[in-house]
Structures are given as C-alpha cells and as structure tokens.
C-alpha cells in the first residue's frame, strides 16, 4: 500500500503505558500515526523511531499541553500536513487523581474535566471535517467509573461520564459518515508507585475473570472499533473482565 494509501491516526497521549500500545498496534495493522504527547519526550522519540524503523516515514511526533485550547486544532492540522488526510482519532489522554470533598479547588476540576473531556470535543470537533472526508471514526478512552463512582474521584467520575455521553452523542452529530465509540477499560495498569496493593487484590476478587487485562487487549479493541466495526457507533465496549457485573 502507497503511503497516500494507508490510513492514518491521532492518537492522544501516546509517548507511554496505554496510549504506545494502541500507537505500535494501529501501526501494525497499516495505519500511519501521528503521536501526540505532552512531556515524554524521550519516550515518545524512541517511539517514533520504532515504528519508523519498521516503515519509514509512517510516524509523526506531536507536541502539545491539551490544556492550551490553541494547540487542539494544530494537532489535527499539522497531522494533515505530514500525511495528507486523517482516518481515526483516539481520545487516550487523561488525567486522574483523587479529589476529596472539601479539599477539591478549581484547579483540580480544571484538569480533570480539560483531559478528559474538554480536550476530546475539541479534537473532534477539528477532525470532523477530515473525518467525514475518509468516512473515518473516533475512538475515545472512557472508564467504568464514568458509570460507576469511584470513591473520593468525583471529578474524575464526572469528566469521564461526560466523555461517555460526547460518545453517544457524536454518534449523531457526525454520521453516517463518522462512526465514534469508547472502550471502557477496568483494571490494565497499575498505578506506577506500586501502592495500595489491598486494594488491587480486592478489586480483582471482584472481577470474574480474576486478572487485570492488558494494554495489548485494549489496544486490539480501538483497531476493532476503528476498522472492523462497521455497523457499531455510539457503542462503549467494556473492556472489563467482567467487573461491571460483579460491582
């Protein structure tokens, strides 16, 4: 396939974790990538350079505090400038952390509610344009506890709820031409500190399927959705284990 060929993806968030492992996967199944990040630059290079690696010139680094509204649209543009045309939008960064009932501040609302909800709707809303153009889709990175509170996370909870009706509600903003679902992950990653291990034993005691999943089996179902789930939008795949079963 000629490189104006190949289909292409903003991925959000991308330089670690979650967020590579969608980028290495969508790159195996032929699209090319444009891979934001915010402050992992050295991570987010020896990306690039791998997947460069394995088909020159077929990824692109992008730099961005999604905070700063400016910076949205520049992302969707200078994708469009490097490849010529966009096909996909994941919605992968966030924010989290707790925010305790009297001890939130604005601050913290402004966060949480910028990476995980205002920051997608502004993304989308630029991409639109290029993504009717492809008859692409938008995946976006929801949470169980978008449906589900988490204790001490209301902000948090609130900003992916909202994430989850942008979903549903682009769904019918932009088709047919744009299809736009979530996948909805439970235990993947650990926090990276290592703490609270009680707590990660509990939860998965009350997973039926008894494990964490995988940034690989996330990453498997944004392809799904992006390329292979034709007749599905407004959709939240519950990547789970089955915990939103068993509470």
């Known amino acids: 396939m000629t490189a104006a060929a190949r289909p ?11 967020g590579a492992a969608i980028a290495r996967h969508l790159h195996a199944a032929g699209f090319d990538v444009a891979l934001h990040y915010r402050s992992s630059r050295e991570a987010i290079e020896a990306l690039a350079a791998e997947l460069d690696h394995a088909r020159p010139g077929s990824a692109h680094t992008l730099q961005a505090d999604l905070a700063d509204f400016d910076r949205i649209p520049e992302l969707v543009a200078h994708t469009i400038g490097r490849f010529g ?9 966030s924010s989290f952390h707790p925010t305790p009932i009297g001890l939130t501040t604005p601050d913290d609302w402004d966060v949480l509610m ?24 938008i995946v976006n990175l929801t949470d169980i506890y978008g449906e589900r509170p988490l204790r001490q996370h209301t902000v948090y909870c609130m900003a992916k709820a909202a994430l989850l009706m942008m ?19 439970g235990a993947v990653l ?24 995988t940034p690989e089996e996330v990453a498997e179902a944004v392809r799904w959705l992006l390329q292979d ?19």
């Open 114 to 137: 910028t990476s995980n909800a205002r920051a997608p709707f502004f993304l989308s809303q630029a991409a639109a344009p290029h993504l009717r153009a492809s008859g692409g889709a």
């Open 167 to 185: 979903t549903r509600s682009l769904a019918v903003e932009l088709g047919p031409e744009v299809r736009v679902n979530a996948v909805s992950p």
């Open 229 to 247: 789930a034709r007749y599905s939008t407004g959709q939240v795949l519950h990547l789970d284990g089955g915990r939103m079963l068993a509470g």
């Open 8 to 18: 292409v993806a903003l991925i959000t968030g991308c330089a670690k974790r979650i």
């Open 190 to 213: 650990w926090p990276e500190d290592g703490s609270n291990t009680a707590a990660q034993e509990a939860m998965l005691a009350r997973t039926p399927l008894g494990r964490t999943g």
């Open 85 to 93: 045309r966009l096909d996909a939008l994941v919605n992968n960064a």
